[in-house]
């Protein structure tokens, strides 16, 4: 069963960065879509970027454009979430997943807290 540990996420200021990192284990990472998802509290989990296997197409959702980047390292079955230009509406648990054809993993890891305080 595929596995995931997210880490990275943390306290930062409005305008402030943060770097998520992912390890993916269990599947064989380098040939499926990773991708980034976040709930934040009250609301649905939602995803924010994908990246196909070979890493040389993304996706964002219009809230993560022009300031979150996804990226992999297939030999470290890792993905990857550089955020910048924080704001208070990014304040989720983050999450990564993988995806096979069309349909996203069921099961999920314990995300990771971004808090953006203003």
């Known amino acids: 069963q595929v596995q995931f540990v997210e880490s990275g996420g943390g306290l930062v200021q409005t305008g402030g960065s943060l770097i998520l990192s992912c390890v993916v284990s269990?599947?064989?990472?380098?040939?499926?879509?990773g991708g980034w998802y976040r709930q934040a509290p009250g609301s649905q989990r939602e995803l924010v970027a994908s990246i196909l296997s070979g890493g040389t197409k993304t996706n964002y959702a219009d809230a993560a454009k022009g300031r979150f980047t996804i990226s992999r390292d297939n030999a470290k079955n890792a993905l990857y979430l550089q955020m910048s230009s924080l704001k208070p509406e990014d304040t989720a648990v983050y999450y990564c997943n993988v995806k096979y054809g069309s349909q996203w993993a069921t099961n999920w890891g314990r995300g990771t807290q971004v808090v953006v305080a203003s």
């Open positions: 269990g599947t064989h990472f380098s040939v499926v879509t």
